[in-house]
């Protein structure tokens, strides 16, 4: 009998949670430490980022954080990862985690 596996996360949605995992950012905030921590090989397009947001909010996974003062017509909206995020975030990583003691133990990868 196998151990159950934790559930995988699609690879853009890992890297929002895990961006937002040690601050609240606003979209283009997002976008941008993406693009910085994965040196350019994933790039979150405004319609991708911000319709996977919306899904992210409909999971549970992120939730909107509202300044205080009125909300101006085109002004940011800064985004938060919740409890749960926290959670499947930190279960994605120990399972990515995982492959690469794979890659290590096969000789593919040194420690570092």
């Known amino acids: 009998m196998t151990a159950p596996r934790e559930p995988s996360l ?7 949670l895990l961006t937002l995992a040690d601050s609240e950012r606003h ?3 997002i976008m941008q430490d993406v ?12 319609g991708m980022l911000y ?7 409909d999971e549970g996974l992120i939730g909107d954080s509202r300044r205080s ?3 101006e017509p085109g002004s940011p909206r800064y985004f938060h990862i919740t409890p749960a995020g ?10 990515l ?3 690469v003691e794979a890659a290590r ?3 593919l990868l040194g420690r570092t």
């Open 105 to 107: 133990a096969k000789k």
């Open 10 to 16: 699609p690879p853009h949605w890992f890297q929002i």
């Open 27 to 29: 979209g283009l905030g």
């Open 97 to 99: 985690e995982a492959f």
């Open 35 to 46: 693009l910085d921590r994965t040196g350019g090989r994933m790039r979150l397009w405004p």
């Open 51 to 57: 319709r996977n947001l919306r899904r992210l909010q």
């Open 69 to 71: 003062g009125p909300v």
């Open 86 to 95: 926290r959670r499947l975030c930190a279960a994605e990583a120990r399972r």
